[in-house]
């Protein structure tokens, strides 16, 4: 109110007064005397402080403070409405949850997708697993593990996945030569990929592509695996020269080596090229080595953001990009924003959070989001691909009036790149947050901060810190299937207990879309924090907890997930436990609570049947190499092998196989003893050793 009927009036009044005070000193230039000026000038100053300073602080201190509630209600208003619109909440879908705790093992069934895609791996301590056990040679790295899904041998899995890329500072430094860091290393390969739930015997994940080079046992072949381009490219190199690249270590010694045949790069054919970039990065090396021939390129901004913000430096872009395998080739995909500062009436997001929380969109004072933009940067050649993901955004249509060869319509999209499109966690963060305050429509319940909301604590690690947004694959209420979508729960303001949550939709046509899901305001419904304490005091449970902790190992706890199935809610969380000296983290318990029950076992079909029972199938699920699973948060890609002294029942294996099993025991026993003392060649000779006592006890038991 005190904006629009002071300041704004005042601001009107003191631009004709500078007119006016401008044609004053105008005029005394025809004038021996400066005196009006001066004098015009002198209550040009005294209106500026009264106009600006003393009237609108009177006007709200005596006019508006006595009847704030009434003179507010109208710019209130405006303010909940543009900033609804500003983040896209306008049309968030608002449907009441009952949560009825009415769960049984018939409902769990009913939803096996659901179940199947429970995420057990958190990525970060994944993230070391990974680095242990795929980086193979010490001058490959995982910058971050992402999760995606695919449909993998004709079911839909959600899996994590990371790319193995070149960290050259982690060559040998006697290897450090200009030569080996231009022209001989100037690639990552290959990638690793892991459903999200599914753990071998030792509590590691079980691979879907691993190794140098990469070995799928999925349908996805991984046909180019050569990374040029990604988040740690940071050197600029040559390709196309006259000594090969190293491509990736052999497995039986040396190296296999390659010539890079892309579009990648920019070509430097001839001398003066050369001396172009000579002077530009500073480098006399690149004129007078004889490496160079006709066909060479130079590669430079090599990393995802720099390359793309080079390009479009009006986009505001996504902290994180993630990889995806698409028709064989390594893609990378980055979300990308159109952001202002000038959305009339709209709450500017960095007013609603601490720096500490802010998203990477809430630069200064924007009060504007739109994910506009999708853009596809190939691993191995580096072209990019935008495409419109939002028709009706104006400030992208604007940018695309400027640069109309830029922007691919959202219509032309193709499939399998669409398939990969995930709703941005930077967005989501950003909206939630503004959600929590402005799901209040009311101006006069928004006035009083009746029902403000708030993302829920959680402890990771051992430490109290804000619960992120996850992915799951889960069937929503009322809808006709499992789809890939992003939901955080919300807790009432300084309570711990659940309020609501929401999810934001990634498939198909109903991309985008947003639905909160709204508990009865008058019943308790578990918070994420609650769960914890409740887990914590459980004896049973936080004495083991306590017992790891005490024999030298590190518990790591991850990320709680709040699964809603069948209108009923289903917490989950992993357990990890790490050598204190050690990087190599292992699944070792899951915990599950449903209502007033909390157990802690091995698995987690193990803790569900605990407190819904034994399943009522017949058999299970197959996993997807054809074999049947009785548990599928626990397999091995080794096989179990029985001893002939196993308790009575058991069967005792002919002569023959009895050998075989006792060399494939004895075998996987050194391969691990290896793994776990980091000889990665011995470990790679008994995986080679296992593979072939594998085949030939299945050609055995064949015949």
């Given at each position: 109110?005190?904006?629009?009927?002071?300041?704004?009036?005042?601001?009107?009044?003191?631009?004709?007064?500078?007119?006016?005070?401008?044609?004053?000193?105008?005029?005394?230039?025809w004038?021996?005397?400066?005196?009006?000026?001066?004098?015009?000038?002198?209550?040009?100053?005294?209106?500026?402080?009264?106009?600006?300073?003393?009237y609108?602080?009177?006007q709200?201190r005596?006019?508006?403070?006595?009847?704030?509630?009434?003179?507010?209600?109208?710019?209130?208003?405006h303010n909940?409405?543009?900033?609804?619109?500003?983040?896209?909440?306008?049309?968030?879908?608002r449907?009441?949850?009952?949560?009825?705790?009415?769960?049984?093992?018939?409902?769990?069934?009913?939803n096996?997708?659901?179940?199947?895609?429970?995420?057990?791996?958190?990525?970060?301590?994944l993230?070391s697993?990974?680095?242990?056990?795929?980086?193979?040679?010490?001058?490959?790295?995982?910058?971050?593990v992402?999760?995606?899904?695919?449909?993998?041998?004709?079911?839909?899995?959600?899996?994590?996945?990371?790319?193995?890329?070149?960290d050259?500072?982690?060559?040998?430094?006697?290897?450090?030569?200009?030569?080996?860091?231009?022209?001989?290393?100037?690639?990552?390969?290959?990638?690793?990929?892991?459903?999200?739930?599914?753990?071998?015997?030792?509590?590691?994940?079980?691979?879907?592509?691993?190794d140098?080079?990469?070995?799928?046992?999925?349908?996805?072949?991984?046909?180019?695996?050569g990374?040029?381009?990604?988040?740690?490219?940071?050197n600029?190199?040559?390709?196309?020269?006259?000594?090969?690249?190293?491509?990736?270590?052999r497995?039986?010694?040396?190296?296999?080596?390659t010539t890079?045949?892309?579009?990648?790069?920019?070509?430097?054919?001839?001398?003066?090229?050369?001396?172009?970039?000579?002077?530009?990065?500073?480098?006399?090396?690149?004129?007078?080595?004889?490496?160079?021939?006709?066909?060479?390129?130079?590669?430079?901004?090599?990393?995802?953001?720099?390359?793309?913000?080079?390009?479009?430096?009006?986009?505001?872009l996504?902290?994180?990009?993630?990889?995806?395998?698409?028709?064989?080739?390594?893609?990378?995909?980055?979300?990308?924003?159109?952001?202002?500062?000038?959305f009339?009436?709209?709450?500017?997001?960095?007013?609603?959070?601490?720096?500490?929380?802010?998203?990477?969109?809430?630069?200064?004072?924007?009060?504007?989001?739109?994910n506009?933009?999708?853009?596809?940067?190939?691993?191995?050649?580096?072209?990019?691909?935008?495409?419109?993901?939002?028709?009706?955004?104006?400030?992208?249509?604007?940018?695309?009036?400027?640069?109309?060869?830029?922007?691919?319509?959202?219509?032309?999209?193709?499939?399998?790149?669409?398939?990969?499109?995930?709703?941005?966690?930077?967005?989501?963060?950003?909206?939630?947050?503004?959600?929590a305050?402005?799901?209040?429509t009311?101006p006069?319940?928004?006035?009083n901060?009746?029902?403000?909301?708030?993302?829920?604590?959680?402890?990771?690690?051992?430490?109290?810190?804000?619960?992120?947004?996850?992915?799951?694959i889960?069937?929503?209420?009322?809808?006709?299937?499992e789809?890939?979508?992003?939901?955080?729960?919300?807790?009432?303001?300084?309570?711990?207990?659940?309020?609501?949550?929401?999810?934001?939709?990634?498939?198909?046509?109903?991309?985008?879309?947003?639905?909160?899901?709204?508990?009865?305001?008058?019943?308790?419904?578990?918070?994420?924090?609650?769960?914890?304490?409740?887990?914590?005091?459980?004896?049973?449970?936080?004495?083991?907890?306590?017992?790891?902790?005490?024999?030298?190992?590190?518990?790591?706890?991850?990320?709680?997930?709040?699964?809603?199935?069948?209108?009923s809610?289903?917490?989950?969380?992993?357990?990890?436990?790490?050598?204190?000296?050690?990087?190599?983290?292992?699944?070792?318990?899951?915990?599950?609570?449903?209502?007033?029950?909390?157990?802690?076992?091995?698995?987690?079909?193990?803790?569900?049947?605990?407190?819904?029972?034994?399943?009522?199938?017949?058999?299970?699920?197959?996993?997807?190499?054809?074999?049947?699973?009785?548990?599928?948060?626990?397999?091995?890609?080794?096989?179990?092998?029985?001893?002939?002294?196993?308790?009575?029942?058991?069967?005792?294996?002919?002569?023959g196989?009895?050998?075989?099993?006792?060399?494939?025991?004895?075998?996987?026993?050194?391969?691990?003893?290896?793994?776990?003392?980091g000889?990665?060649?011995?470990?790679?000779?008994?995986?080679?050793?296992?593979?072939?006592?594998?085949?030939?006890?299945?050609?055995?038991?064949?015949?």
């Amino acid at each position: 109110y005190t904006d629009v009927h002071a300041q704004e009036q005042a601001y009107w009044i003191m631009s004709v007064a500078t007119l006016v005070l401008a044609g004053l000193f105008i005029g005394s230039l025809w004038r021996v005397s400066l005196a009006i000026p001066l004098y015009g000038f002198g209550l040009y100053i005294v209106a500026l402080v009264v106009l600006t300073g003393f009237y609108p602080q009177f006007q709200q201190r005596f006019i508006v403070e006595p009847n704030e509630l009434a003179k507010e209600t109208p710019y209130i208003a405006h303010n909940i409405d543009f900033t609804r619109r500003a983040y896209g909440l306008d049309n968030v879908v608002r449907q009441n949850y009952p949560a009825e705790n009415q769960l049984d093992r018939t409902a769990l069934e009913q939803n096996e997708s659901t179940i199947r895609n429970i995420r057990l791996w958190d990525y970060r301590p994944l993230l070391s697993t990974y680095r242990q056990l795929q980086e193979i040679r010490l001058y490959y790295s995982f910058k971050d593990v992402d999760i995606d899904r695919y449909t993998l041998d004709g079911d839909y899995r959600q899996v994590m996945l990371a790319t193995r890329e070149l960290d050259y500072s982690q060559v040998p430094t006697e290897a450090q030569t200009w030569v080996n860091q231009r022209l001989k290393y100037t690639h990552g390969y290959g990638l690793a990929m892991s459903p999200v739930n599914v753990v071998t015997t030792q509590g590691l994940p079980r691979f879907f592509i691993k190794d140098i080079p990469p070995v799928s046992s999925v349908d996805i072949e991984v046909d180019r695996p050569g990374i040029y381009y990604g988040e740690d490219t940071v050197n600029y190199i040559f390709t196309g020269t006259t000594t090969e690249e190293f491509d990736y270590p052999r497995s039986e010694g040396g190296n296999a080596l390659t010539t890079y045949d892309g579009l990648g790069g920019v070509p430097i054919p001839s001398f003066w090229q050369r001396l172009a970039y000579a002077y530009d990065f500073n480098s006399l090396k690149i004129l007078i080595s004889n490496y160079f021939a006709p066909t060479s390129r130079i590669h430079y901004r090599r990393t995802i953001s720099d390359r793309i913000h080079h390009v479009a430096p009006f986009l505001q872009l996504d902290r994180d990009p993630y990889i995806t395998v698409i028709d064989g080739k390594l893609q990378w995909i980055m979300d990308a924003y159109t952001v202002s500062d000038r959305f009339p009436y709209s709450q500017p997001l960095g007013r609603t959070t601490t720096s500490a929380s802010r998203p990477n969109i809430a630069r200064g004072s924007v009060n504007y989001v739109r994910n506009s933009v999708k853009i596809v940067v190939d691993a191995y050649d580096g072209t990019m691909q935008f495409f419109v993901v939002d028709e009706t955004d104006p400030v992208l249509a604007t940018y695309r009036k400027i640069f109309p060869g830029l922007f691919t319509p959202s219509a032309d999209i193709p499939p399998a790149i669409r398939a990969h499109f995930r709703y941005p966690v930077d967005l989501f963060k950003a909206q939630a947050q503004i959600y929590a305050a402005y799901h209040m429509t009311d101006p006069e319940l928004f006035y009083n901060r009746e029902d403000l909301w708030d993302v829920p604590v959680e402890q990771f690690d051992n430490q109290p810190r804000r619960m992120e947004p996850y992915h799951v694959i889960m069937q929503l209420p009322e809808s006709e299937g499992e789809e890939f979508i992003l939901i955080l729960p919300f807790t009432p303001d300084t309570k711990s207990n659940m309020i609501a949550w929401m999810a934001a939709r990634s498939d198909g046509d109903r991309y985008g879309e947003m639905v909160l899901y709204a508990f009865p305001k008058q019943e308790l419904v578990f918070g994420p924090s609650q769960i914890e304490a409740r887990v914590d005091q459980d004896p049973d449970i936080s004495g083991q907890l306590t017992l790891w902790g005490q024999e030298g190992s590190q518990v790591i706890r991850g990320n709680l997930l709040v699964i809603p199935i069948e209108r009923s809610l289903l917490y989950v969380e992993p357990i990890y436990l790490q050598a204190e000296t050690g990087e190599l983290p292992e699944l070792k318990r899951v915990i599950v609570a449903y209502d007033d029950q909390v157990v802690m076992t091995e698995t987690l079909e193990a803790s569900l049947t605990e407190i819904f029972g034994a399943s009522t199938s017949a058999s299970s699920p197959p996993d997807d190499t054809g074999d049947t699973i009785d548990n599928p948060v626990n397999q091995s890609d080794e096989p179990e092998v029985s001893s002939p002294n196993d308790s009575a029942g058991t069967a005792v294996l002919p002569d023959g196989l009895a050998e075989l099993a006792e060399a494939l025991s004895t075998t996987y026993d050194e391969a691990q003893a290896a793994l776990q003392q980091g000889n990665w060649d011995t470990y790679g000779a008994k995986q080679a050793e296992l593979e072939t006592l594998i085949q030939e006890f299945k050609q055995q038991v064949e015949n």
